[in-house]
C-alpha cells in the first residue's frame, strides 16, 4: 500500500495485485479467461510472462482446474470459421487453450454465458489482464465475422465487437482518469476542474466496480474514500460555478440599476425586477452590502452615500410588495408536522385539476419551478446573509426543525418534478439478439 494526503487526510492508494488474488468470482467463474501463465510468442516476450502455474496456492490451482475440466473448447459459429487462424496463434496460453480457443471461448462467454453489459464491465475492469488478450480477442471476432456463412451469427459478432469496444473504451478512460488522480492526490481540485465531464456516472460506477473486486475490507475502504473524495471534489467545484454565475448575473443587474440616469428611473428598475420575481438573493446581497460599505467608508462623499441609501431602501420597499403567494405556501407547509401530509399538500398545491372543478379558495397553487425558486432564494438568504437579509420570512426561519423541511421539500421538489435535476443516461442495448 502506497499513501498520500488529500484535503488534509491520508489517501491510501492500493497496490496492484493479480486479477485471481483479487476477486473470488475468477477463482471458477472466469479463472481461464485470464491465466496466471502466458506462454511467450517470442524470447523478448519471456520477461514478462514468467509465472507459472505451479506458483498458485493448492487452493487456487485446484479451483483453476477445476473450472478448466468444465469448460471445453467449443463455438457456437459455424465450423467454417473456427480453427481458420489458428496457425498463426496456436501457442498454447493455458492448459488445452490456444489463443485462438481462448479467444472463441472469451467470444462465447460473452455472446452467451453473460450477454448483459453490467457483467463485462466486471471482467473489463481488470484493465492489465484484459490488456494481454484484447488485440487477439478483437482480431479473432473480425476473422470470424469475415468466416461466418450464417448471416445472423455475422450481425451478432460485429455487434458483439462493436458493444464490447464500447465499453472497453469507456473502462479505459475511467482507468486512466483514476490512475491520475492516484498519482496526484493533492491536485484532486484540479484534475475535477479541468475533467470535469469526465466525471460521470460511469467513472463512479466504475470506482464501485473495482471496489467489489478486492478481497481485502481495508483495499475496499481505500477505494471507497477515493470515490468519496472525488465526489465531495466534483459537488464543491459544481457549487462554485454555480455560484459565480449568479453572481455574475447578479452583478449585471445591480451594474444596470446604478447606471439608471435618474433615481426615479432607478426605482423603476428594482421594481420591474421585483414584479419578474428576479430581484434575487444574490442582488439584494449586492445591494446590502454595496449601502453598508458607503455607509462606513470616511472617502465616499454624501451624494453617494444617499443614492445608495435610496437604492437600499427602495429595494426593502419592494420586497415588501412582493408577497408571492408561493411564500404563503410555504409557511403551510413548513407548519405541517405529518411528512405524509406535508406532501399531500405538497402535490395538490402542482395539480389544481380540471378548470371546471371546484377549487378551495383558501388554497395556492403553483409550479414546481416557481415554488423551487423561492425555497432556494430564502435558503440563500438564510445562509448567506443572515443579519442583513431584507426577506423577513428568512430571517425567521432559526428553527432547525424549520430549516430541515425547508430542505426536504427542495430535495423532492428537485427529484420528483423538476426533471433538469434529474441524471439521465442512455439506456444502451443489455443483450446480443
Known sequence: ????????????????????????????????????????????????????????????????????????????ASGTCVGKDEDHDDVEVTNGYTMTKFCDKMIEYFMQEKPQTKDWRKVLVFRDDWKKYRDSFFKRCQVRTDAERDPLMKKKLNLLARKIKKVDDEMEMNSCLLKEIQDNPLDLNAIVARRRKDFTGDFFHYLSLLSEAYDGLEDRDVMARIGAKCLSAVRVYDNTVEHLDTMEAAQSKFDDILNSSSLEVACEKINHLAKVKELDSSLILLINRAWTAAKESAKIKNEVKDIMYYIYTETRKALKNMAPPEIKLLKHLLNIVDPEERFSVLSTSFSPGDEHEMKDANAVYTTPKELHKWIKMMLDSYYLNKEETDLIEARQMSDPMVIQRLFILKETIEEEYLKEHKVTNEKEPEEID
Not at 1 to 9: C, E, Q, T, V
Not at 36 to 64: F, G, N
Open 1 to 76: 500500500m502506497s499513501s498520500s494526503a488529500l484535503f488534509g487526510l491520508e489517501l491510501l492508494i492500493p497496490t496492484t495485485t493479480t486479477l485471481s488474488s483479487r476477486h473470488p468470482y475468477f477463482y471458477v467463474g472466469f479463472a481461464a479467461f485470464f491465466p496466471m501463465t502466458i506462454k511467450p510468442h517470442c524470447s523478448s516476450c519471456a520477461a514478462k510472462c514468467s509465472t507459472s502455474i505451479s506458483t498458485c496456492t493448492p487452493r487456487r490451482r485446484r479451483r483453476l482446474q477445476n473450472f478448466r475440466a468444465l469448460v471445453q473448447p467449443s463455438s457456437i
